[in-house]
Structures are given as structure tokens and as C-alpha cells.
């Protein structure tokens, strides 16, 4: 599509510099979780956006851990909202440089949360930024929501769910690393937590007892089997849904019998799956025998989402990809992230789109961004706003 004079002209206004030094200065600060330090980074990002003229509200979400919202204002229909969470997994070895001293070197970014995801965030300031100089009217506003604990257990994103959103959105693009490739769908995912309660005994007399650790077997069984079910009806682009037995602890002793056994389970989920009936569906076909109780706890779920490949969102996103000049698709995600909450409990149509590579470069030692992705997402991301809340 050729660009409009009045998208030129925001485009101009994104420059290397302002991104690189904005995703610079929020590596700077760690925010590595767990360890709940998000405070410091939201600080740096409130200051930029109330430096560029935005509205800032902040929520904690837990002591010390603040969610962001900062809003360019526009006219009274529904907006666009940008979704991004402040906290990076924990940097860990194998780093040939500091992962909080950002640089620049071969046009990568390199420093934890270069990819994932502060280089986003910086994009979507950046972009809001240029709307604003430029003095664009829009026909709604935009908003970026930035939670926290996104990489542990979304403590932000419910807190902002709970509460709901301050305006209407038509729209939500998750900065997310995606390669900029268009995402319109994305798996979910929940851990649950599997608790066989059963008698201990003397094991040279283990019918005496009721043995935790067979019953947890029988219901891995059963896992194993739904698995096979699972993989034969899998979504054309999202795959299938998934079990993956992450931890178990059980048991006392060689010569005791097990009266407990406790297993930790990650169940990836697709759009409209409901964990809670999973595992009530996983217990109620369980024959454990007398003496045995089980329970089966959702710890953490984050809900999947689909978006209609012909909605507006869409295609207005994969055509602005290509007139920034990058590569553009449409594609489903393995992964999970906050944009299903978003999706599932407010209706609102969403897509991820972000600079960096989630597979080759998320919590990887080493971490970096090319770049000139992280304009381009910073041009694609004005170009979304510009052409979706035309006044």
C-alpha cells in the first residue's frame, strides 16, 4: 500500500536512537522474576511516557509491583490497546557480556529482555510518541498496558482483568517477539498440581497400606493415554493441546510405603479449553481404590485465543508490516501470553506482533534484537494505528 503523507510524516518522527535508547535504559534495570523487581523498569518506562506527553496511571498488582497504563488520548470511539509485561526471566550463566549493560554491536541489541520484551514496549512508546508529534487526530485512543509477573504467574494481567479495562478497544496487539510475523492465534497454558493421598505401612506388608506413588502412576497413565487423543485432533494452526509431567515427590522411605506423592503438571491449552474441567474430566476417571483421595489444583492458567484471519486487525497488521519493508505473515503460536485474558474476558480481537525471535533468542543467554526490526515494529505499530483509527 503506498503511504499516505500524513503516515510519512510519523514515520520520520521514529528514529533509531529514540528506540535503541529506550529499550537500552529498560534492560538497564533487571527486573528479573521471580523476584518480583519490576518497580524500577516501570519507573523508567512511566518517566519516557509522561515525557511524550502520555496519560500514567499505575496499579500494584502486588507490593511494590506496579502495573502501567500510560494512554495517548483521541476522539471517543474505541482504540487501540498494546499489551506488554515489564518482567524478564532470570538472566542465568553463559553470557559473554553483561546482560544489564545493553550495547549495540553487528545492529543487535544485546541484554536480557531485548527480545522478551522490552524492546517492544520501547517500539510501542516510540510509536505512540511520533502520533503524537505529529498531531494526528484519531478517532479513539491508544493505550499501552504493561503488567507485571507475565513470566511467572500473571499476577499483572489478572489484576487488570479483574478490573477491565477504562475504555473500549477495538483492537489489542501483544508486542510480544514474534519475528513480526503476524500471530491470530495462540495456545494457552495451565499448571495443576496433583496431590494422591494414601496409608503408609511397612513395605514387607504393603498390602497393610494404600501406596500414593502407584495411584499417582495410574492417573500418568491416564495422562498418557489423553495425550495419544490429544495429538490425533490437533488445531490445523495452533497444534495440539499438550501434557508435560514437569515435577513429582513422593514418599517417606525405601521401606515405607507411600502414603503421599505430589506431581506438578503443565497442560498447554487451546482456545475455549477450561482447566478446571480438565482436571475434574482427569479425577472422575480415575480408579484409584479404596483408602486413596486425590485432588487435582489449578495453580496457573493463561487462557488461549483465535482471531479470524480476514479481520481488519489482521490485515491492516500484515500490510503495514510490509510497507515498513520486512517480511510478512500469518502464523499461530505454540507459546502462551497475556493477550488471551484480553481476548477471552473483554471480546476484544487480538493479535502478537513483535520485534525479536521468540524460539532463537527468549531466554537465551546472549539475548539480542536486531535493530532495525525494532523500528520497523515501531513504524508497523504507528502504520496499525494510523489506518485502523482514522478520525
Known sequence: MKLTDTERTVLDLITVDDVVGLASALIAEGSENPGGTEAATVAVLRAACETHGFETVEDEAAPGRPN??????????????FLGHSDVV?????????PFAPQVEDGRLYGRGSTDMKGGLAAVVMAMAALRRAGVTLSGPVQL??????????????KYTAAGPDRRFAACVVA??????TVIGCRGDSYLELTVTGRAAHSGRPGDGRNAIDATARILDLIRADQVR?????????????????????????????????????????PGEDPSGIAEDLLASADLGDGISASLDVTMEMPGFRTPSDHALVTTAVTAVHDVGRPSSVSGWTAACDGGF????????????????????????NE??????LVAAAKAYALIVLRLLAA
Open 68 to 81: 502501567l497504563v500510560a494512554t495517548l488520548p483521541g476522539g471517543n470511539g474505541p482504540g487501540i490497546m
Open 90 to 98: 532470570p538472566a542465568g550463566d553463559g553470557w559473554s557480556r553483561g
Open 145 to 158: 498496558v504493561c503488567t507485571v509477573d507475565e513470566e511467572d504467574l500473571g499476577l499483572g494481567i489478572r
Open 176 to 181: 510480544e517477539p514474534t519475528d513480526l510475523t
Open 230 to 270: 490429544l495429538s490425533a485432533e490437533g488445531d490445523d494452526l495452533l497444534g495440539p493441546g499438550t501434557w508435560s509431567v514437569g515435577r513429582i515427590s513422593g514418599g517417606e522411605g525405601t521401606s515405607i510405603v507411600a502414603a503421599e506423592c505430589r506431581t506438578w503438571i503443565d497442560r498447554r491449552l487451546l
Open 342 to 365: 484480553i481476548a477471552r474476558d473483554h471480546g476484544i480481537p487480538t493479535i502478537v506482533l513483535g520485534p525479536g525471535g521468540l524460539n532463537d533468542q527468549a531466554h537465551q543467554a
Open 368 to 373: 539480542s534484537v536486531e535493530v532495525a526490526e
